[in-house]
Protein backbone atom coordinates (compact mmCIF):
# COMPACT_ATOMS: atom_id res chain seq x y z
CA UNK A 1 0.00 0.00 0.00
CA UNK A 2 2.94 2.61 1.17
CA UNK A 3 4.52 1.67 -2.54
CA UNK A 4 1.30 2.53 -4.24
CA UNK A 5 0.71 5.22 -2.47
CA UNK A 6 3.72 6.90 -3.27
CA UNK A 7 3.62 6.22 -6.62
CA UNK A 8 0.02 7.95 -7.13
CA UNK A 9 1.95 11.00 -5.60
CA UNK A 10 5.17 10.19 -8.56
CA UNK A 11 1.89 10.55 -10.84
CA UNK A 12 -0.03 12.87 -8.93
CA UNK A 13 2.53 15.44 -10.47
CA UNK A 14 2.08 14.84 -14.11
CA UNK A 15 -1.69 14.07 -14.27
CA UNK A 16 -3.42 13.25 -10.87
CA UNK A 17 -2.61 16.44 -8.58
CA UNK A 18 -6.08 16.75 -7.45
CA UNK A 19 -5.86 13.28 -6.19
CA UNK A 20 -3.00 13.27 -4.04
CA UNK A 21 -4.38 14.96 -0.93
CA UNK A 22 -6.86 11.80 -1.16
CA UNK A 23 -4.90 9.04 -0.91
CA UNK A 24 -3.53 10.23 2.09
CA UNK A 25 -6.93 10.39 3.29
CA UNK A 26 -8.83 7.78 5.09
CA UNK A 27 -12.55 9.29 4.85
CA UNK A 28 -15.02 8.02 6.87
CA UNK A 29 -18.18 6.33 4.80
CA UNK A 30 -21.24 6.53 5.01
CA UNK A 31 -23.40 9.06 7.90
CA UNK A 32 -24.36 7.91 10.50
CA UNK A 33 -27.72 7.57 11.36
CA UNK A 34 -30.74 6.83 13.60
CA UNK A 35 -32.80 4.12 13.98
CA UNK A 36 -35.42 3.87 16.51
CA UNK A 37 -32.95 4.75 19.76
CA UNK A 38 -30.05 3.39 18.28
CA UNK A 39 -27.20 4.86 16.17
CA UNK A 40 -26.99 3.17 13.31
CA UNK A 41 -23.72 3.10 10.63
CA UNK A 42 -23.87 1.28 7.21
CA UNK A 43 -26.44 -0.53 8.46
CA UNK A 44 -24.75 -1.98 11.94
CA UNK A 45 -24.95 -0.66 15.45
CA UNK A 46 -22.64 2.63 15.86
CA UNK A 47 -21.18 2.53 19.55
CA UNK A 48 -18.51 5.12 20.64
CA UNK A 49 -15.61 6.70 22.91
CA UNK A 50 -14.98 10.15 22.38
CA UNK A 51 -13.78 13.57 23.16
CA UNK A 52 -14.43 17.11 23.33
CA UNK A 53 -11.67 19.62 22.04
CA UNK A 54 -13.21 23.02 21.35
CA UNK A 55 -10.50 24.83 20.53
CA UNK A 56 -9.22 23.31 17.41
CA UNK A 57 -10.49 25.97 14.90
CA UNK A 58 -9.03 28.62 17.18
CA UNK A 59 -5.79 26.79 17.35
CA UNK A 60 -5.67 25.99 13.54
CA UNK A 61 -5.63 29.70 12.63
CA UNK A 62 -2.31 29.69 12.90
CA UNK A 63 -0.16 27.59 10.76
CA UNK A 64 2.64 26.39 13.21
CA UNK A 65 0.21 25.28 15.57
CA UNK A 66 -1.75 23.20 13.11
CA UNK A 67 0.41 20.03 14.58
CA UNK A 68 -1.21 20.08 18.15
CA UNK A 69 -4.77 19.67 16.35
CA UNK A 70 -2.97 16.85 13.94
CA UNK A 71 -1.19 15.51 17.46
CA UNK A 72 -4.72 15.32 19.35
CA UNK A 73 -6.28 13.28 16.38
CA UNK A 74 -3.47 11.17 16.51
CA UNK A 75 -3.57 10.24 20.00
CA UNK A 76 -7.11 10.21 20.18
CA UNK A 77 -7.49 7.46 17.45
CA UNK A 78 -4.08 5.64 19.10
CA UNK A 79 -6.61 5.65 21.97
CA UNK A 80 -9.70 4.65 20.44
CA UNK A 81 -11.33 7.45 20.24
CA UNK A 82 -13.83 7.88 17.38
CA UNK A 83 -15.89 10.99 18.00
CA UNK A 84 -14.45 14.01 18.36
CA UNK A 85 -17.32 17.22 19.43
CA UNK A 86 -15.93 20.93 18.95
CA UNK A 87 -17.28 24.86 17.93
CA UNK A 88 -18.03 25.63 14.38
CA UNK A 89 -18.24 28.97 15.14
CA UNK A 90 -16.21 31.96 16.98
CA UNK A 91 -17.97 34.94 16.51
CA UNK A 92 -16.69 38.78 17.24
CA UNK A 93 -13.06 39.17 19.52
CA UNK A 94 -9.72 37.80 18.40
CA UNK A 95 -9.66 35.30 15.80
CA UNK A 96 -13.26 34.96 14.68
CA UNK A 97 -14.40 32.91 11.85
CA UNK A 98 -17.66 35.82 12.15
CA UNK A 99 -16.12 38.97 12.57
CA UNK A 100 -19.66 40.58 12.10
CA UNK A 101 -23.11 39.58 11.14
CA UNK A 102 -22.71 37.86 7.83
CA UNK A 103 -19.10 39.02 7.68
CA UNK A 104 -16.84 36.04 7.53
CA UNK A 105 -12.94 35.63 7.96
CA UNK A 106 -11.81 33.19 5.54
CA UNK A 107 -8.71 32.69 6.86
CA UNK A 108 -10.39 31.25 9.67
CA UNK A 109 -12.49 29.57 7.89
CA UNK A 110 -10.04 27.25 5.94
CA UNK A 111 -8.66 26.82 9.66
CA UNK A 112 -12.17 24.87 9.64
CA UNK A 113 -11.60 23.04 6.93
CA UNK A 114 -7.96 22.05 8.13
CA UNK A 115 -9.56 20.73 11.00
CA UNK A 116 -12.09 19.00 9.44
CA UNK A 117 -10.11 17.20 6.65
CA UNK A 118 -7.43 15.96 9.81
CA UNK A 119 -10.58 14.35 10.88
CA UNK A 120 -11.10 12.99 7.68
CA UNK A 121 -7.84 11.97 7.35
CA UNK A 122 -7.48 10.11 11.10
CA UNK A 123 -11.58 8.54 10.53
CA UNK A 124 -12.92 10.75 13.69
CA UNK A 125 -16.20 11.66 12.97
CA UNK A 126 -17.21 14.75 14.06
CA UNK A 127 -20.28 16.93 16.30
CA UNK A 128 -19.95 20.41 15.48
CA UNK A 129 -21.51 23.25 17.76
CA UNK A 130 -22.78 26.41 15.90
CA UNK A 131 -23.65 28.60 18.16
CA UNK A 132 -22.59 29.36 22.42
CA UNK A 133 -25.07 29.56 25.30
CA UNK A 134 -21.92 31.93 26.92
CA UNK A 135 -19.68 35.05 26.02
CA UNK A 136 -16.56 33.17 25.22
CA UNK A 137 -15.83 33.12 21.27
CA UNK A 138 -18.81 35.90 21.10
CA UNK A 139 -22.17 33.04 21.42
CA UNK A 140 -25.42 34.57 22.24
CA UNK A 141 -24.09 37.85 23.78
CA UNK A 142 -22.36 38.66 20.68
CA UNK A 143 -25.70 37.97 18.92
CA UNK A 144 -27.75 40.16 21.06
CA UNK A 145 -24.80 42.92 20.85
CA UNK A 146 -24.84 42.88 17.43
CA UNK A 147 -28.41 44.05 17.18
CA UNK A 148 -28.03 46.53 19.72
CA UNK A 149 -24.93 48.17 17.93
CA UNK A 150 -27.35 48.22 15.11
CA UNK A 151 -30.34 49.84 16.73
CA UNK A 152 -32.61 46.80 17.61
CA UNK A 153 -34.40 47.22 21.23
CA UNK A 154 -32.79 44.44 23.09
CA UNK A 155 -33.79 43.72 26.71
CA UNK A 156 -31.54 40.61 27.65
CA UNK A 157 -29.28 38.10 26.33
CA UNK A 158 -32.54 35.69 26.34
CA UNK A 159 -34.05 38.28 23.38
CA UNK A 160 -31.63 35.71 21.52
CA UNK A 161 -34.35 32.86 21.16
CA UNK A 162 -37.05 35.65 20.10
CA UNK A 163 -35.70 38.63 18.65
CA UNK A 164 -36.22 38.58 14.47
CA UNK A 165 -33.05 40.13 13.78
CA UNK A 166 -31.18 38.15 16.12
CA UNK A 167 -32.44 34.90 14.96
CA UNK A 168 -32.12 35.97 11.12
CA UNK A 169 -28.09 36.75 12.30
CA UNK A 170 -27.99 32.99 13.48
CA UNK A 171 -30.10 31.50 10.63
CA UNK A 172 -27.12 33.17 8.13
CA UNK A 173 -24.36 31.46 10.34
CA UNK A 174 -26.09 28.28 10.09
CA UNK A 175 -26.44 28.46 6.68
CA UNK A 176 -22.83 29.74 5.63
CA UNK A 177 -21.09 26.79 7.73
CA UNK A 178 -23.47 23.62 6.23
CA UNK A 179 -23.06 25.04 2.71
CA UNK A 180 -19.39 25.62 2.91
CA UNK A 181 -17.39 23.88 0.38
CA UNK A 182 -14.32 22.64 2.11
CA UNK A 183 -11.10 24.23 0.83
CA UNK A 184 -8.78 21.11 1.08
CA UNK A 185 -11.29 18.42 0.45
CA UNK A 186 -13.56 19.88 -1.48
CA UNK A 187 -16.59 18.44 -0.22
CA UNK A 188 -19.18 20.52 1.46
CA UNK A 189 -19.66 20.83 4.88
CA UNK A 190 -23.28 19.44 4.32
CA UNK A 191 -22.00 16.40 2.53
CA UNK A 192 -19.22 15.18 4.30
CA UNK A 193 -20.01 12.08 6.26
CA UNK A 194 -16.99 13.27 8.82
CA UNK A 195 -20.02 15.46 10.37
CA UNK A 196 -21.88 13.04 12.36
CA UNK A 197 -24.05 15.73 13.19
CA UNK A 198 -24.53 18.90 14.12
CA UNK A 199 -25.70 21.17 17.59
CA UNK A 200 -27.87 24.01 17.60
CA UNK A 201 -26.02 25.63 20.74
CA UNK A 202 -23.42 24.24 23.42
CA UNK A 203 -25.82 23.90 26.53
CA UNK A 204 -28.33 26.66 25.67
CA UNK A 205 -30.33 28.22 28.81
CA UNK A 206 -33.31 30.77 29.24
CA UNK A 207 -32.99 32.86 32.14
CA UNK A 208 -36.35 34.62 31.46
CA UNK A 209 -38.68 31.47 31.07
CA UNK A 210 -37.62 28.48 33.65
CA UNK A 211 -40.13 26.29 31.83
CA UNK A 212 -38.41 25.13 28.91
CA UNK A 213 -41.12 26.70 26.16
CA UNK A 214 -39.25 30.09 25.03
CA UNK A 215 -36.47 27.52 24.22
CA UNK A 216 -38.12 24.68 22.77
CA UNK A 217 -40.02 27.54 20.31
CA UNK A 218 -36.42 28.48 19.37
CA UNK A 219 -35.08 24.85 18.72
CA UNK A 220 -38.29 24.17 17.05
CA UNK A 221 -37.56 26.94 14.01
CA UNK A 222 -34.48 26.39 13.80
CA UNK A 223 -34.14 22.82 13.67
CA UNK A 224 -36.13 22.74 10.85
CA UNK A 225 -34.35 25.34 9.57
CA UNK A 226 -31.48 23.08 9.77
CA UNK A 227 -32.70 20.08 8.13
CA UNK A 228 -34.13 22.42 5.11
CA UNK A 229 -30.75 23.10 4.49
CA UNK A 230 -28.97 19.51 5.37
CA UNK A 231 -31.15 16.33 6.05
CA UNK A 232 -27.84 13.66 5.45
CA UNK A 233 -26.85 15.00 9.05
CA UNK A 234 -27.76 13.96 12.67
CA UNK A 235 -29.03 17.24 14.55
CA UNK A 236 -29.13 17.37 18.49
CA UNK A 237 -29.98 20.95 20.47
CA UNK A 238 -26.77 20.22 22.56
CA UNK A 239 -28.60 20.42 25.84
CA UNK A 240 -27.11 19.72 29.28
CA UNK A 241 -30.29 18.09 30.54
CA UNK A 242 -31.87 20.22 33.13
CA UNK A 243 -35.79 19.11 33.00
CA UNK A 244 -38.39 21.74 32.76
CA UNK A 245 -42.40 21.80 32.89
CA UNK A 246 -43.66 19.49 30.57
CA UNK A 247 -42.96 16.46 33.61
CA UNK A 248 -42.61 18.08 36.93
CA UNK A 249 -41.71 15.00 38.87
CA UNK A 250 -38.95 14.80 36.83
CA UNK A 251 -37.04 18.16 38.27
CA UNK A 252 -36.19 15.66 41.39
CA UNK A 253 -33.08 14.89 38.88
CA UNK A 254 -32.25 18.59 38.24
CA UNK A 255 -29.03 19.64 40.88
CA UNK A 256 -31.08 22.09 42.92
CA UNK A 257 -32.45 24.06 39.96
CA UNK A 258 -33.46 24.81 36.25
CA UNK A 259 -31.36 26.58 33.35
CA UNK A 260 -34.83 27.26 31.25
CA UNK A 261 -34.63 24.12 29.08
CA UNK A 262 -36.77 20.97 29.20
CA UNK A 263 -35.46 17.37 28.92
CA UNK A 264 -38.51 16.30 27.30
CA UNK A 265 -40.32 18.47 25.50
CA UNK A 266 -37.33 20.11 23.72
CA UNK A 267 -36.12 16.79 22.94
CA UNK A 268 -39.24 15.46 21.19
CA UNK A 269 -39.09 18.02 18.38
CA UNK A 270 -39.27 15.75 15.35
CA UNK A 271 -36.00 17.17 13.56
CA UNK A 272 -33.88 16.01 16.80
CA UNK A 273 -32.58 13.24 16.39
CA UNK A 274 -31.00 12.33 19.46
CA UNK A 275 -30.37 14.05 23.02
CA UNK A 276 -27.63 15.03 25.05
CA UNK A 277 -26.63 15.93 28.79
CA UNK A 278 -23.85 17.22 30.37
CA UNK A 279 -22.13 16.52 33.91
CA UNK A 280 -20.56 18.73 36.60
CA UNK A 281 -21.24 17.27 39.85
CA UNK A 282 -17.96 19.00 41.25
CA UNK A 283 -19.53 22.66 40.17
CA UNK A 284 -23.53 21.46 40.60
CA UNK A 285 -23.19 20.17 44.03
CA UNK A 286 -20.04 21.86 45.10
CA UNK A 287 -19.17 21.17 48.69
CA UNK A 288 -21.01 17.55 48.61
CA UNK A 289 -18.25 14.66 48.71
CA UNK A 290 -16.89 12.59 45.90
CA UNK A 291 -19.52 9.66 46.66
CA UNK A 292 -22.41 11.87 46.74
CA UNK A 293 -21.28 13.36 43.62
CA UNK A 294 -20.62 10.65 41.72
CA UNK A 295 -24.14 8.89 42.62
CA UNK A 296 -26.05 12.20 41.52
CA UNK A 297 -24.10 11.32 37.82
CA UNK A 298 -24.96 7.99 38.01
CA UNK A 299 -29.03 8.84 38.46
CA UNK A 300 -28.28 11.69 36.07
CA UNK A 301 -27.65 9.15 33.56
CA UNK A 302 -30.16 6.22 34.17
CA UNK A 303 -33.03 8.55 34.64
CA UNK A 304 -32.33 10.11 31.39
CA UNK A 305 -31.30 7.15 29.99
CA UNK A 306 -34.87 5.84 30.57
CA UNK A 307 -36.36 9.25 29.79
CA UNK A 308 -34.57 8.71 26.24
CA UNK A 309 -35.89 5.30 25.71
CA UNK A 310 -39.98 5.33 26.93
CA UNK A 311 -40.37 9.07 25.96
CA UNK A 312 -38.04 10.81 23.82
CA UNK A 313 -37.54 7.36 21.98
CA UNK A 314 -34.76 8.76 20.57
CA UNK A 315 -30.56 7.91 21.18
CA UNK A 316 -28.81 9.81 24.20
CA UNK A 317 -24.95 10.62 24.16
CA UNK A 318 -23.11 11.59 27.18
CA UNK A 319 -21.14 14.90 25.83
CA UNK A 320 -19.00 16.29 28.44
CA UNK A 321 -18.70 14.90 31.76
CA UNK A 322 -15.00 15.40 33.27
CA UNK A 323 -13.30 15.64 36.72
CA UNK A 324 -11.68 18.84 37.36
CA UNK A 325 -8.01 19.48 39.17
CA UNK A 326 -9.43 22.36 40.55
CA UNK A 327 -11.27 19.91 43.07
CA UNK A 328 -9.85 20.00 46.57
CA UNK A 329 -9.36 16.70 46.99
CA UNK A 330 -8.48 16.14 43.17
CA UNK A 331 -5.67 13.36 42.57
CA UNK A 332 -4.96 11.20 39.77
CA UNK A 333 -6.34 8.25 41.38
CA UNK A 334 -9.55 10.07 41.90
CA UNK A 335 -10.32 11.18 38.78
CA UNK A 336 -9.47 7.94 37.29
CA UNK A 337 -12.45 6.47 39.64
CA UNK A 338 -14.63 9.24 38.97
CA UNK A 339 -13.97 8.82 34.67
CA UNK A 340 -14.33 4.81 35.54
CA UNK A 341 -17.63 4.86 37.06
CA UNK A 342 -19.10 7.23 34.12
CA UNK A 343 -17.45 4.47 31.50
CA UNK A 344 -18.84 1.70 33.12
CA UNK A 345 -22.43 3.02 33.52
CA UNK A 346 -22.01 3.70 29.89
CA UNK A 347 -21.25 0.59 29.11
CA UNK A 348 -23.22 -1.18 31.17
CA UNK A 349 -26.39 0.55 30.23
CA UNK A 350 -25.36 0.26 26.37
CA UNK A 351 -24.88 -3.66 26.76
CA UNK A 352 -28.10 -4.15 28.23
CA UNK A 353 -29.77 -2.52 25.04
CA UNK A 354 -29.81 1.08 26.06
CA UNK A 355 -30.39 3.84 24.11
CA UNK A 356 -27.08 5.53 24.90
CA UNK A 357 -24.22 5.46 22.35
CA UNK A 358 -21.27 6.48 24.38
CA UNK A 359 -19.70 9.09 25.87
CA UNK A 360 -17.50 12.32 25.29
CA UNK A 361 -14.86 13.44 28.29
CA UNK A 362 -14.25 16.83 28.24
CA UNK A 363 -11.45 17.75 27.26
CA UNK A 364 -8.47 16.41 25.56
CA UNK A 365 -5.51 18.98 24.73
CA UNK A 366 -1.46 18.34 23.03
CA UNK A 367 0.90 19.17 24.88
CA UNK A 368 2.19 23.04 24.89
CA UNK A 369 -1.45 23.96 25.40
CA UNK A 370 -1.39 25.44 28.99
CA UNK A 371 -3.02 28.82 27.96
CA UNK A 372 -6.29 26.50 27.12
CA UNK A 373 -6.34 24.28 30.84
CA UNK A 374 -9.68 24.77 32.69
CA UNK A 375 -8.83 22.46 35.22
CA UNK A 376 -10.32 19.14 33.10
CA UNK A 377 -7.58 19.14 30.57
CA UNK A 378 -6.34 15.50 29.86
CA UNK A 379 -2.78 15.43 27.41
CA UNK A 380 -2.70 11.55 26.86
CA UNK A 381 0.46 11.60 25.91
CA UNK A 382 1.71 12.59 29.60
CA UNK A 383 -0.85 11.33 31.31
CA UNK A 384 -0.93 7.17 30.44
CA UNK A 385 -2.90 6.06 33.53
CA UNK A 386 -5.56 8.12 31.96
CA UNK A 387 -5.45 7.30 28.58
CA UNK A 388 -5.11 3.45 29.72
CA UNK A 389 -8.65 3.74 31.21
CA UNK A 390 -9.70 5.74 28.16
CA UNK A 391 -8.32 2.80 25.44
CA UNK A 392 -10.10 0.46 27.50
CA UNK A 393 -13.06 2.05 27.30
CA UNK A 394 -13.06 2.57 23.58
CA UNK A 395 -11.93 -1.46 23.53
CA UNK A 396 -14.90 -2.37 25.41
CA UNK A 397 -17.45 0.05 23.03
CA UNK A 398 -15.72 -1.45 19.90
CA UNK A 399 -16.39 -4.84 21.03
CA UNK A 400 -20.12 -4.42 22.39
CA UNK A 401 -20.63 -2.82 18.71
CA UNK A 402 -19.14 -6.19 17.28
CA UNK A 403 -21.32 -8.18 19.65
CA UNK A 404 -24.54 -6.32 18.61
CA UNK A 405 -24.10 -5.92 14.78
Not at 296 to 312: N, P, T, Y
Amino acid sequence: MACLRKLSCILGLIVLVPLVCEARVLAPSGFVQVRGTQFILNSSPFLFNGFNSYWMMNVATEPSDRIKVSNVFREATAAGLSVCRTWAFSDGGDRALQTSPGVYDEHVFQALDFMISEARRYGVRLILSLSNNYHNFGGRPQYVQWARNAGVAINSDDDFYTNAVVKGYYKNHVQRVLTRVNTITGVSYRDDPTIMGWELMNEPRCQVDYSGNTLNDWAQEMASYVKSIDNKHLLAIGMEGFYGDSMPDRKQYNPGYQVGTDYIKNNLIREIDFATIHAYPDIWLSGQDENAQTAFVQRWMESHLADAEAIIRKPLVFTEFGKSKKDADYSISTRGAYMNAVYSDIYNLARNGGAIGGGLVWQILAEGMESYDDGYEIVLSEEPSTNVIISQQSTKMKSLERTLG
